[in-house]
């Protein structure tokens, strides 16, 4: 008997439905809040760093899906190797026997780790951090977890507990033993070490929530003090990981700095297959794995599946063969250099900040008599509307899709598909100079829309 599906009709013949059904069936709020910022648009197709709508219309991404699409949408080499792996109708996820697409892909992963020895594969970021932090307390015998203020690794309860921001944690309690240290502050590392109960500490290179950077020195220094405490450093790479910031990992920019256990996820699933991965040296691996009855203690049902696997390997052969780490550099710098020089013409604008194709600009409080009430009338409303005023006209009036950093941040944080080149980056740069020309000019739609979100922020207290 042979089953019909056309999964092209039933998109033609129910697509228009979307927003309806998110809000009937999925998460209520998204769809609230698209309508509410005008963000609720409908995108048809989607090619490497830009979105079309049914007219034709194309939108730079400058968002990446939360970095997933490193690649941009459907590279041609990461689609083909996913219709090859389907068509070789492999016999994946037997779970008795050993198929080589994993181990070809550790092996290719860890050609760029030359410290780490050894790989788990997961389905997703948060599960790499798990995994990491599961590690690290079996391997050193502690129970407690550090991790820095405004972290972000993801929303399980494991990572969760390791998550700087306390709206996400409440209600969840309890969570895993954890203690915050602020991004930087040796001494309060080496306060919590003095315990010796701390199993390791957990830490972005970038910070994703705002995009800070660790001070020079910090990891390595940190690293010094975890292992003369028989503690581990655990580098969160999920979103600053496999090229976003020049460097293969974002680690990589500080001399000496080898964490004993790094985590990444996100683009190294080139947008089709969920894929996390936890790496780690070899004594951490074989402690956990000490026998053979130890030898399911830590797994993942759809871990090492063929079709995530062959998508890592097609992402890290484009990354090779295109030289997209390069060319990172290059397009982050010019990207960078552009913004930076807007300062001094912009009151409203702060901070450009952040290393590669991951950049932060911040904006603060101005110094004419004229817009300062208007940005304080803002921030007594809710901190962080000033950003969401930055980020609406991006999208309505110049197409480019972008986010807020965070919860009440002044801070929109760009990280765009790895394959963005000079036009794209001269494209938002004007665009943006188009935005802050109208915010500064004390008039106009925005400032309009500005009203329409404080009424909306008071009515939420």
């Known amino acids: 008997m042979t089953t019909e599906f056309d999964l092209g009709a ?3 013949e129910r697509g228009a439905e979307r927003y309806e059904l998110h809000a009937r069936h999925l998460n209520p709020q998204l769809p609230r809040m698209l309508h509410t910022i005008g ?3 409908v995108y048809e197709r989607a090619e490497g760093a830009h979105f079309y709508d049914a007219d034709g219309n194309d939108y ?11 690649l941009g949408r459907h590279h041609p080499v990461v689609r083909k190797a996913l219709h090859d792996v389907l068509d070789l109708d492999l016999a994946d996820l037997t779970r008795f026997d050993c198929q080589p697409l994993p181990g070809l892909l550790a092996e290719r992963l860890l050609a760029h780790s030359p410290h780490l020895d050894r790989v788990f594969f997961g389905n997703s970021g948060t599960e790499a951090v798990e995994t990491a932090l599961k590690f690290a307390r079996y391997a050193t015998g502690k129970p407690r977890l550090l991790y820095c203020d405004h972290a972000f690794h993801g929303l399980t309860t494991g990572s969760l507990s390791v998550n700087g ?3 996400f944690r409440d209600g969840f309690a309890p969570l895993l033993p954890d203690t915050a240290v602020p991004l930087g502050d040796l001494d309060a590392l080496a306060r919590e070490l003095a315990k010796g109960d701390v199993a390791a500490l957990i830490v972005e290179p970038i910070q994703g929530k705002g995009v800070h950077e660790a001070p020079p020195g910090y990891l390595r220094a940190a690293q010094e003090l975890l292992h003369k405490h028989k503690a581990l450093l655990i580098a969160d790479e999920v979103q600053t990981g496999l090229g976003r910031t020049g460097d293969f990992y974002a680690y990589q920019h500080e001399d000496g700095v080898e964490p004993d256990l790094v985590c990444v996820a996100k683009a190294l699933s080139g947008g089709y297959v969920p894929v996390g991965a936890t790496l780690g040296k070899e004594w951490i691996f074989k402690k956990v794995y000490s026998s053979m009855d130890r030898v399911l203690v830590h797994s993942a049902s759809f871990g090492s599946n063929a079709q995530a696997m062959a998508c890592g390997l097609a992402v890290l ?6 030289q997209i780490v390069a060319g990172v550099r290059r397009t982050g710098e010019r990207l960078k250099s552009r913004l930076t020089a807007l300062i001094d013409t912009y009151e409203l604008l702060a901070d450009v900040r952040g290393r590669g194709l991951m950049i932060g600009i911040e904006f603060g409080k101005p110094s004419s008599l004229k817009l300062r009430g208007r940005w304080t009338m803002l921030q007594a409303a809710r901190k962080g509307l000033f950003a969401q005023m930055v980020v609406v006209p991006l999208l309505q009036k110049h197409r480019i899709l972008t986010q807020v950093s965070g919860d009440h941040l002044e801070v929109i944080k760009l990280i ?3 394959v963005v080149d000079e ?6 740069v004007d665009a943006f100079t188009a935005v802050m020309d109208d915010a500064h000019s004390g008039g106009g739609l925005m400032w309009d829309f500005g009203k329409t979100l404080i009424k909306q922020a008071v009515a939420n207290r």
Do not use: I, Q, W
């Open 10 to 12: 039933l998109l033609a």
């Open 39 to 41: 963000f609720d648009k």
């Open 60 to 70: 730079l991404d400058m968002l990446a899906g939360f970095g997933v699409m490193g």
């Open 165 to 167: 921001e306390r709206g």
């Open 317 to 322: 052969s484009v990354m090779e063969n295109e």
């Open 416 to 418: 765009p598909p790895l």
């Open 423 to 428: 036009a794209d980056v001269d494209r938002f």
